[in-house]
């Protein structure tokens, strides 16, 4: 597809360079009043259908709660400043579901959608978006190939990529003194990718550790020889690059056989709930209780996070704002703000002002974060928690115990500390 | 209380500084430097004529559980407001509420419920009303000091946080840092008359010593809004970078220059407001994470809490360089400059 986008205005007038700085150290502040519009604002998201399954339901509820806070505090303020503002929600899952729902978003009115909790939705919503030319903001897929060959210009990320928990996770482990990876993977190719992405990780930016071993599991098929594998490597870590459910179930083998190996799992949204560390838990209680990747934490308590996390368990009634609501209720945080600040809501203003280099978020992690310009990735920081072997309040089940890449480090770059974790421009395939 | 404090850290500037600075020192004499300390629950008092604690006024026995935070001192000196809250932002419990403390008696003389986890808190410069922003339900709040009373309270942005109140008395700003957002309150009539935006999470703002400008920093952003407080409009924003992470503004009384404290990078930052332009960066041995800022009636000193050094630091406005450190109590957030009480 061609991208007839107009690029960000760094690049678009890149004759005008020094003209351009000179206008970012001193913003005409009245442009940013000037280009709020005065029609009502709508800002779709597809969150997943309750299946009864815990942990997919565990995803969909807290995607469905993000946008219910997300709708109450940002149609607050736009009734403030004389805007009407609103969050409509579908629920869909599936590739075709989503995309219908998408079209129905659009149709009364949305100019941004966010939404795709699986790389199967988020390919599609991606590929709709371009087609439809409506911004989409990936909400729950971290599939990397949505970030290289499959991305699509008129997509933004703001749940991590895969590259991105694997560097941290890979930087967490290594500097913690694991050295003999072993990983137990499933036979789909998305599972295959991250293997690939973290072994380059390990062999090109953590010196010191190896892999000594993987193995392939078929879904819900015999672990047996898994099993055995694991315990003939010599692993110190097991890495479970598998859809939450197949790790809890692996957990419970590797229990079972009594391997000594800390294991952890990658971190897809429904293995960064609650419902998954409590499961997780009880079917491993050993193993089951180690650390976990995530996107948000919300014990998380510094940089504004104790605000956010707590007016959040106020609106639910105790619960705890887990990932997927967090991405969810800053999408809808991004979208505003670009309707209010970047002059517009079509589709060029919505995508050249959440681009530019310029254009700071506050996503209550303690430091700015901006777009990655070649595949539209949010730079961020990623959480380490460890869950807890006895506690039973869903609160403190899990304990915060990590942030990658630390954010104090006055003196460095900001751009540069985020650009620790994910594929930089250099291994980026994605021609936006 | 406890034991009066000061460090004994001296740089080789301050004697060249004091000597070229000694009739300023003298007119120093006047002024306390108050500086609250969210984490051991208490406001470290200091003299800045000498940059020595005289005394530490406790806010809880719970340091920990109460935190204060933000604070004001009434124009005779006698009372510092101070905001004072628990480190659960959305439960409102007793401690929610701005205390008024008699400065030379240290004895509580006056509370004001303030649920919804008070920030910061403004003094009118006639000394009547107090203006707090309650974070945790995002609104501004005015109260009567006299009786005690809540005026009015308005509905602003989504986690509030700054409040301050014009030099002629008729507005109060109120900043959201979630929603970037500025409300203006008519004080005189007690309505809104104004909403409006600014640069990503607002913190503290600030209004020259005319009136005709307001500042607002933005923490994300890294920048400092100026406001035309005639129209309530944005006219510039100054760029301090992206790592700056501006919190508290200091509004030098003498001249044009505004110091805003930089957490982010350890520094203060310095610019003429005449130009809009940064002048000065004060990093050199800065205390760390510079939060609260505030300077001297005569525009000698600014100083500096500095939250994650539990540390106060003393710049010489003439060098702009640090002169001094003063050991604070833990996790110093802001910081007030008010007049000795007459006769004390």
């Known amino acids: ?432 | 209380m406890r034991t009066r404090r000061a460090s004994n850290w001296r740089v080789a500037a301050v004697a060249l500084a004091t000597a070229l600075t000694a009739g300023a020192a003298l007119a120093q004499d006047a002024y306390r430097l108050y500086v609250a300390n969210e984490y051991s629950a208490d406001i470290t008092v200091i003299d800045t004529a000498t940059n020595e604690v005289i005394k530490t006024l406790t806010i809880s026995g719970r340091p920990g559980e109460v935190r204060p935070r933000g604070m004001a001192v009434s124009p005779d000196g006698r009372t510092i407001y101070v905001s004072v809250s628990d480190f659960n932002p959305q439960i409102e419990t007793p401690e929610d509420k701005i205390v008024a403390i008699d400065v030379e008696t240290s004895e509580i003389v006056g509370e004001f419920r303030a649920g919804g986890n008070p920030e910061r808190v403004a003094v009118s410069p006639d000394g009547t009303q107090i203006w707090a922003a309650l974070e945790a339900i995002a609104q501004g709040a005015g109260y009567d000091i006299a009786t005690g009373e809540q005026l009015a309270n308005f509905r602003v942005g989504v986690e509030a946080e700054g409040v301050a109140v014009s030099p002629d008395g008729k507005w109060v700003y109120i900043t959201a840092e979630a929603t970037h957002t500025v409300t203006v309150v008519d004080r005189e009539n007690l309505e809104v008359v104004k909403h409006f935006l600014v640069g990503n999470r607002p913190r503290v703002v600030e209004f020259s010593n005319d009136g005709t400008r307001a500042y607002v920093s933005a923490e994300i952003g890294g920048t400092i809004s100026v406001v035309d407080t005639s129209t309530h409009t944005v006219i510039q924003t100054i760029n301090l970078g992206l790592d700056s992470r501006p919190v508290e503004i200091a509004v030098d009384p003498t001249s044009d220059r505004i110091y805003v404290a930089g957490g982010g990078t350890s520094a203060v930052y310095v610019i003429d407001t005449s130009t809009n332009e940064i002048v000065a960066t004060i990093r050199e041995q800065m205390g760390r994470r510079p939060w609260g800022i505030a300077i001297t009636p005569d525009g000698s000193t600014v100083y500096t809490a500095d939250g994650l050094s539990d540390s106060v630091s003393v710049i010489d406005t003439e060098c702009l360089c640090v002169v001094d450190r003063i050991e604070a109590g833990r996790g110093a957030h802001s910081a007030e400059i008010g007049v000795i009480p007459d006769g004390q």
């Open chain 1, 1 to 432: 597809m061609t991208d007839t986008r107009p690029q960000p205005c760094t690049v678009r007038v890149r004759a005008l360079a020094p003209l351009l700085a000179a206008l970012c150290l001193f913003v005409p502040a009245a442009s940013l009043a000037q280009g709020i519009p005065t029609e009502p604002l709508v800002v779709g998201v597809v969150v997943p259908v309750a299946t009864g399954d815990p942990l997919a339901d565990a995803v969909a509820k807290s995607a469905a709660d993000g946008a219910v806070m997300a709708d109450d505090e940002f149609a607050f303020n736009a009734e403030m400043l004389g805007i009407d503002f609103s969050v409509i929600t579908r629920q869909a899952s599936g590739a075709d579901a989503v995309v219908a729902a998408a079209e129905e978003l659009v149709a009364e009115g949305a100019y941004v959608v966010a939404g795709g909790f699986s790389l199967e939705e988020a390919a599609a919503l991606a590929a709709w978006s371009a087609e439809a030319g409506v911004p989409y903001l990936n909400v729950g897929s971290s599939a990397d190939a949505l970030r290289q060959e499959q991305c699509q210009p008129t997509t933004l990320h703001i749940e991590p990529s895969a590259a991105m928990y694997l560097d941290s996770l890979a930087g967490w482990y290594v500097r913690s003194g694991f050295r003999d990876w072993f990983f137990v993977r499933g036979s789909d190719a998305e599972s295959s990718r991250q293997l690939q992405r973290v072994q380059r990780g390990l062999r090109e930016r953590h010196f010191g550790a190896r892999s000594v071993g993987d193995v392939a599991v078929e879904p819900g098929g015999d672990l047996g020889q898994a099993v055995d594998r694991v315990r003939r490597s010599g692993a110190d870590l097991v890495l479970l690059l598998l859809p939450a459910d197949e790790q809890l179930r692996v957990l419970a083998a590797l229990e079972e056989a009594g391997v000594q190996a800390e294991v952890t799992g990658f971190p897809y949204p429904e293995a960064q709930t609650r419902a998954f560390y409590q499961a997780s838990r009880e079917a491993a209680p050993r193993l089951g209780a180690g650390h976990r990747a995530s996107a948000w934490e919300a014990t998380l308590d510094a940089y504004g996070a104790r605000e956010l996390n707590a007016r959040f368990r106020q609106f639910f009634g105790g619960q705890p704002m887990e990932a997927p609501a967090w991405a969810v209720y800053q999408a809808v945080k991004l979208a505003y703000e670009a309707a209010f600040f970047g002059g517009g809501t079509d589709v060029e203003s919505v995508l050249t002002y959440l681009e530019a280099p310029t254009t700071v978020f506050d996503v209550w992690k303690g430091i700015g974060t901006t777009f990655r310009p070649w595949d539209g990735q949010l730079r961020q920081s990623l959480y380490l928690v460890k869950v807890s072997e006895t506690e039973t309040d869903p609160f403190t089940l899990v304990t915060l115990v990590g942030e990658l890449p630390a954010i104090y480090m006055p003196g460095t770059d900001p751009v540069e500390r985020l650009d620790q974790i994910g594929d930089l421009a250099a291994a980026s395939s994605c021609r936006r």
